[in-house]
């Protein structure tokens, strides 16, 4: 209704100059695509150009060099594996503080807020001697392990702020119905919690499948690169051998891209809502 | 009575139990242990740490010029990039919530840049700045394109600047987005009734309105800068001479370049106390402008 009454010739110019700036944005996406399919003296005579021919070999190398399926297999492994628990994880944490606000809850909760503040860097070299004591290292159960442990303060602070708002009537109710706490937090709580669990989900996911510094540190076997360190790797083998690395960084990206643009209304959402109560 | 509390417990242990086992292994332990490390002469490899009390904190503050250097790098880097990341992603913002026939393609084409890590953003901007300026610069002959880049000191400083804005304004728009659906057209009408113009609207109701989104965004915008990491390491990996080497990555190569795991945690003590001092002052200013708005 708005909109046809309000779309005058202001509003065309800024249309005009925000898709200007768009298309601004993509050109780092055209240099990547575009140069993935030249060949590798083509490359250097002329970035700009759309390929003369589509080299379609380059993926196939790109893909070898990474070894995408062992890559992208490892990263969704972490990434998967690491969200389901730390939402189930933390999501019980916080329910169980909210219910039961005893002393020792109050100051976990205190204390999860405080760690938020701690960069990964203050904990990094220290983490790293002592994953590799306790056997933690060079292990993708390591690796998730330790995204439970950096992962729960934030999660459980999001879960904790929004499971106060949950009536406790409604628990009772269920309670008289029979339901255990189990039951209750499984059949009430979490339908409940849903959109909370989604902005979480997406908050980590974001975080873990891009993450380089805590799998570099943590694995050193070939076979358990995730995308990001088989890049890494890559680029510090073959420098500048761009007709091999532009595939591969495709290849890299694509997963999510296509995440986004299938998931799109809920990340963009979610992240507000993150933003709100972070 | 003993039966209900013996219940009660097992559930404190079910609900609380793994979060708090995982979170003490993996930050708490860490981190106390590297408040000890910071302290000795631990280089990673041999077994006998030895105590030197605060030695690395005394040569970090008197003898290391390149943390001082990383340091004042990122305070730098920080307040341009967070500057420039948020009223890019503000008017942006402000723009697509105008009755744009383009607007959901447009929001998704900003945000887009917020899924890849900055590892591969890195290395794909490493390539637009190496081989992509250079072809435009050589088509259109503009100077801008055919500078350094990468290989000069200020331009590689720029030049992290612009792709940490291209990352992450997409991000921040989403939020101030939110933000702006929440102010309410009739206060808006009733502003320009009164005689208000345009940039009268925009400056003294609607900014102020948004306030609580501002100071979350530029939060968000300081830690991602801060903390740098990923897209230092593959972008410029701190050149050329070290110019544009972040705290983080500073951290890292003293540990894993230098071997000096002691001095490497002594920094890494230094850069949590210095987060933790922007965090509260950010957290205080957020209390005070709730209060006003």
Redesign the interface.
């Known amino acids: 209704m708005?909109?046809d009454t309000?779309?005058r010739i202001p509003?065309l110019i800024?249309?005009i100059v925000?898709?200007l700036?768009?298309l601004l944005?993509?050109?780092?996406f055209y240099?990547?695509i575009s140069?993935s399919l030249k060949t590798f003296g083509e490359?250097?005579s002329?970035?700009?150009?759309l390929p003369s021919t589509l080299q379609w070999s380059n993926y196939k190398s790109g893909w070898e060099a990474i070894n995408f399926p062992s890559a992208f297999k490892n990263s969704l492994i972490i990434t998967v594996v690491s969200n389901v628990l730390l939402v189930l994880?933390?999501s019980?944490?916080a329910?169980?503080?909210v219910r039961?606000n005893t002393k020792f809850?109050k100051a976990?909760l205190a204390?999860?807020v405080a760690?938020m503040?701690?960069?990964?860097?203050?904990?990094?070299?220290?983490?790293t001697?002592?994953t590799s004591r306790?056997g933690l290292s060079d292990s993708l159960i390591g690796l998730i392990?330790?995204y439970?442990?950096?992962g729960?303060?934030l999660s459980?602070f999001l879960f904790h702020g929004s499971m106060k708002s949950i009536p406790l009537e409604i628990e009772q109710a269920a309670r008289v119905d029979g339901s255990g706490?189990y039951g209750v937090f499984f059949r009430i709580v979490y339908p409940m919690m849903r959109p909370m669990y989604v902005t979480i989900i997406i908050l980590n996911t974001?975080w873990i499948?891009?993450?380089?510094?805590l799998p570099s540190l943590m694995l050193t076997s070939e076979s358990l690169q995730t995308?990001?360190i088989a890049?890494?790797m890559l680029?510090g083998q073959y420098t500048k051998q761009?007709d091999l690395?532009?595939p591969a960084?495709v290849l890299?990206?694509a997963p999510?891209?296509i995440?986004?643009?299938a998931m799109?209304k809920y990340?963009?959402s979610g992240?507000?809502a993150g933003?709100?109560k972070? | 009575m003993s039966r209900k509390k013996l219940s009660?417990l097992s559930?404190?242990l079910?609900?609380?139990g793994?979060?708090?086992i995982?979170?003490?292994?993996?930050?708490?332990?860490?981190?106390l242990?590297?408040v000890y490390?910071s302290m000795t002469n631990w280089n990673?490899v041999s077994t006998s740490v030895e105590f030197v009390g605060f030695s690395n904190y005394v040569h970090i503050f008197t003898s290391d010029p390149e943390f001082r250097n990383s340091f004042w790098f990122t305070v730098r880097f920080t307040v341009i990039a967070v500057v420039g990341a948020n009223l890019l992603g503000f008017f942006?913002a402000y723009?697509?919530t105008?009755?744009?026939?383009?607007k959901n393609?447009?929001?998704?084409?900003?945000?887009?840049?917020?899924?890849?890590?900055?590892?591969?953003l890195g290395?794909?901007?490493q390539?637009?700045f190496v081989?992509?300026f250079?072809?435009?610069g050589?088509?259109t002959g503009w100077s801008f394109f055919n500078l350094p880049w990468l290989g000069d000191e200020p331009t590689a400083f720029w030049g992290i600047v612009i792709v940490f804005v291209?990352q992450y304004a997409g991000?921040l728009m989403?939020?101030y987005?939110?933000?702006l659906g929440n102010v309410s057209k009739d206060v808006l009408e009733s502003a320009e009734i009164d005689g208000a113009n345009r940039s009268q609207v925009l400056w003294k109701i609607i900014v102020p309105l948004i306030m609580?989104?501002v100071t979350?965004?530029l939060f968000?915008a300081i830690s991602w800068s801060?903390?740098m990491?990923?897209l230092n390491?593959?972008l410029t990996n701190g050149g050329p001479f070290n110019a544009t080497r972040s705290?983080?990555l500073d951290?890292?190569r003293e540990?894993f370049t230098n071997s000096r795991?002691g001095l490497?945690?002594a920094k890494?003590?230094i850069?949590?106390v210095i987060?933790?001092i922007i965090?509260a002052l950010q957290v205080r200013a957020t209390k005070r402008r709730e209060v006003e708005a």
């Open positions: 708005e909109q309000k779309y509003t800024i249309e925000l898709i700036i768009g944005f993509l050109v780092p240099f990547l140069n490359i250097l002329d970035a700009a150009a994880l933390s019980m944490t329910y169980q503080m039961h809850n976990l204390l999860f760690a503040v701690i960069p990964f860097q203050s904990i990094m070299l220290p983490l001697d002592v306790i392990i330790a439970l442990g950096f729960a303060p459980v706490t974001l499948w891009n993450d380089y510094l995308i990001p890049t890494y680029f761009w690395a532009l960084l890299g990206i999510v891209i995440f986004f643009l799109q990340i963009v992240i507000a933003a709100v972070g | 009660q559930q404190q079910v609900f609380v793994p979060t708090t995982f979170f003490t292994l993996i930050v708490l332990v860490p981190f242990l590297g490390y990673g942006l723009f697509l105008k009755p744009l026939k383009s393609i447009l929001r998704t084409v900003f945000f887009m840049p917020n899924m890849i890590g900055g590892l591969l290395f794909i901007w390539f637009i081989r992509g250079a072809a435009i050589e088509a291209w991000y989403v939020i987005i939110a933000s609580p989104a979350v965004c968000l801060f903390k990491f990923d390491l593959a705290v983080a951290i890292y540990a795991l490497g945690t890494a003590v850069f949590f987060v933790a965090t």
